[in-house]
């Protein structure tokens, strides 16, 4: 599992976006409402969903393999 650093608070669209899970925003709110990520376990469908310390963002990737990232604060 890696560990992104981020300045918190932060927002679930902007925290995939910056630890380069999608490449624009926009794709980043797309794939949330699909319900393509996971916080925690637990399909997160809010962008603007805060994330806190310690929290794990997942999502499978198009080739099947599981990415888990853990939120630090910078």
């Given amino acids: 599992m890696d560990t992104f650093a981020v300045k918190l608070p932060i927002e679930l669209g ?4 910056l630890a ?3 490449e624009t925003g926009g794709q980043a ?3 949330i409402s699909e319900g393509a990520f996971s916080v925690n376990g637990e399909v997160e469908t809010r962008r603007r969903h805060k994330l806190a ?3 794990v ?3 499978t990737t198009m080739d ?3 990415v888990q990232i ?5």
């Avoid at 902007?14 to 976006?17: A, D, E, P, T, Y």
């Avoid at 853990?70 to 910078?74: D, G, H, I, N, Q």
Wanted: aromatic share 4%.
């Fill in 29 to 31: 709110a797309e794939a």
């Fill in 20 to 22: 380069g899970l999608t």
């Fill in 14 to 17: 902007q925290f995939i976006k």
């Fill in 57 to 59: 963002v997942s999502a």
């Fill in 70 to 74: 853990k939120v630090a604060a910078r």
């Fill in 64 to 66: 099947g393999q599981l």
């Fill in 53 to 55: 310390e310690g929290d």
